[in-house]
Structure formats: C-alpha cells, structure tokens
C-alpha cells in the first residue's frame, strides 16, 4: 500500500500544482491524504479549494481552516485582516467546505498496521511535534492510540522528517505551499507499507516563486510584504 500526504498548501496554487505533477510521475499510490491548512496566506485561496474539490482526495481540517470559519477574537488585527480577505476570495461555499472537513482520517491497511493522518497531533490542531519533542511529550500525545496504528502523519511544522517512537513511524510531510526549513520547494511525503512496516519517502518539488510573489502583489491580500518574506525566505 503507497499513500500520498500533502499538507499546508496555504493558498498557493502554483506550488500544489507543481506537486500533483511530480506525484503524477510517481509509482501509482493507492490514495492521497491532505492534511489540513488548505488556503490561508496565499494568493489563490479559491483556486487551491476548487483543485482540492475536484481532485476528490480525503482532506482533513487544519488550524488555519478552522481560523477561517471561527474567525477567533484572540487573533491579531492583521492575522484578522488575512483571514477576513481569504473568507471574501472563497466566499460562504467554501468556508462551509472547510467547516465541513474532520480531523482525522485513518488509512486502513489490509496488508498490516493503519496509518493515522492528522494536521498536527492527535489531540489538537495546534501544538506541533518536532524532530526533538522530549519522549514525556510524545507520551501525552500518542498513549492512547489504538494498538492497530503503527504510523502517523501530519503536517503543521513546515518542515518534512521522520522519526520513530516506540512501535510508531513518526512523518512530518513538510508544506506544499510554505516551507519553514530554508528550502523553498514544496515537500510532501509518501509512506509505502513494505516488508511488514511503514517507510517514507520524502519529495521536494521545485516551482516557480517569483511568479507566486508576482501572484502576491497583485492579489490585494493584507500584510503582502509579509507574506513575501515568510515565502522567500522559507522560514518565519
């Protein structure tokens, strides 16, 4: 079984589509996950939604999506001012879309042990795993999965690794659309349960930022110079 995570595509459109041509020139991967924060601060929020809709993929709910249907008083004016210009792009259908969306998705496996996809742990949608969260941590978050769970993937942190606690393979996917680690390639991840256990394969796809930046200014969304940074510069 070969399952594709996509996480954190955050609005940008030519990222994902970047993405869905590598994953094409693949071995075929009998499903595809989207882990959550779908279209805030980005450029094409609607458009992201519109591929995401018609791909017909499991997609589960991020942090950022749930920002974007509650609108959170305890968010800053200008986080505030991004999400209300997102909720204007993508109009009442798709923030019900996105209201809509669980919070998990668990991949069942015929051959062996499930793979739990989640945005950012199993309890909350935002506390992030690192690659050196204290073993005590790790404890509080995944005690209490059921035993027929040997690996989990989420997103969150924008930067893609593996690790492996007790019987569970650990797998950040990284960010389509918004990588934190220095590199500005998209990554996305996929595991393929192979001689009894979960391995991982992670892919950094290259796309074009500049035009994304070109997408940016012209896009009327608050806080450009920001979003700018934080997407050339891969880290924030």
Known sequence: MRVAILSDIHGN???LEAVLKDLSRQPAVDTVVIAGDL?????????????IQQLNYSVIQGNVDTDIVEQPSTNGAKKQSVIAWTRKQIGQQGIDYLANLPFSHTITNPNGSDLLVVHANPLDQEEAIFENTPDSELEYFFQDLPSNISAVAYG??????????????LVDAGSVGLSRDGDTQSAYAILNWQDHTWQVEHRRVAYDVEAVVNQLRKSGIPAVEKRIRVLTEAHY
């Open 39 to 51: 279209c805030l601060n980005g450029p094409r929020p609607r458009e992201v939604l519109q591929i």
């Open 13 to 15: 459109q030519i990222a």
């Open 156 to 169: 969150h942190y924008h930067v893609p690794y593996m690790r492996h606690w007790r019987h569970l393979l």
